[in-house]
């Protein structure tokens, strides 16, 4: 038996020895990661000796002396790997200043900055860290130590880890034809633009709500001609049941139910609506004795505020309990 044969031997030996230890590690750290802010969801896995073997043949054993002594393992850096995934480009920096109060960062790779310089490569984007657990003073001797092990985490967004996924399943992406190599920087430079305006929506998304709160606070005029979208409606809302939550999916429901009895309500109207008709809504309320939530007075308000247009506001439940009060 050659020393290849012998490194290669001893290296399964240990990777069979430190598998219970390197599962469990991977769960360690990919329940730190999860919890981090921002982070949506935590994929992970554990290179195969064969995996691990293959790697270190190619890039690495051509370039050793005949008669060095190594030993397989101590090339191999991503034996483990984790994937954080997060919406938004502008949460990958968040995500590594949170990690840093939990692991050391031994070495980062910005492929983001690396695609930006170049002028014809495609690929995927994303932070890549190498990363060992800091020892935390006074930790319990009983819990087992991972802070001598280094892994691999990539931390993308969802638009570049579906690039990723799909980028994996081109064949001889690197020489093919030139017509398919420009058709794969074309998709690639979509996926790119989709990231952006997803990071560029989610802000403007943010001042609106912004402009939402600076209204209230300066109590702004109300519009009486563009028609009611989310923004408009939280404004009138918020005025008349400012301690409520309002939720982002119900609102947006809610206000595309308004728009189909009529197209060009306005936050004025909508405002008429509630200030006319907001005692007869609390009328009902203390009546059936039991506690209403915005939309529901809000819908016996736009029900009375003209009930032919709304008249398929109400259910029918509703509606009976509505015919005794009118």
């Not at 050659?2 to 360690?28: G, P, V």
């Not at 990661?33 to 969801?41: L, M």
């Not at 993308?156 to 420009?182: E, F």
């Not at 947006?252 to 509630?274: G, K, M, P, R």
Request: hydrophobic share 35%; charged share 30%; with cysteine.
């Amino acid at each position: 038996m050659n020393q290849i044969e012998e490194r290669i031997k001893e290296f399964k030996k240990w990777y069979h020895q430190q598998l219970t230890y390197h599962q469990k590690a991977i769960e360690h750290f990919s329940n730190i990661i999860e919890n981090i802010d921002k982070v949506d969801q935590v994929l992970f896995r554990l290179k195969t000796a064969e995996e691990c073997i293959k790697k270190f043949n190619r890039k690495y054993l051509p370039y050793l002396d005949s008669d060095s002594s190594f030993q397989i393992q101590d090339y191999i850096s991503d034996l483990i790997g984790v994937r954080a995934v997060c919406y938004y480009s502008d949460d990958l920096v968040s995500i590594k200043r949170s990690l840093k109060k939990h692991f050391r960062v031994m070495e980062t790779t910005d492929k983001t900055s690396l695609l930006e310089k170049t002028e014809n490569q495609f690929g995927y984007k994303g932070l890549h860290l190498q990363l060992r657990l800091k020892k935390k003073r006074g930790a319990e001797t009983n819990i087992t130590d991972f802070s001598s092990l280094e892994f691999e985490l990539q931390i993308r967004t969802v638009i570049q880890d579906a690039w990723s996924i799909l980028d994996h399943k081109i064949k001889y992406k690197k020489s093919i034809p030139h017509n398919l190599k420009r058709r794969i920087n074309r998709l690639s430079a979509l996926f790119e633009i989709a990231d952006e305006e997803f990071l560029s929506i989610k802000k403007e998304i943010l001042q609106e709500e912004k402009i939402i709160s600076d209204r209230l606070r300066k109590k702004g005029s109300i519009d009486t001609s563009l028609p009611l979208d989310v923004f408009r409606f939280l404004y009138i809302a918020k005025k008349h049941f400012a301690d409520y939550k309002f939720n982002e999916y119900k609102v947006d429901n809610f206000v595309q139910e308004i728009l189909i009895q009529n197209s060009d309500f306005t936050e004025h109207d909508l405002e008429l609506a509630i200030t006319k008709n907001i005692l007869f809504s609390n009328k009902i309320e203390k009546a059936q004795n039991q506690i209403l939530n915005p939309y529901t007075k809000i819908r016996y308000c736009l029900y009375r505020f003209n009930h032919k247009v709304f008249a398929n506001i109400l259910s029918s439940y509703q509606k009976e309990v509505i015919s005794d009060y009118i």
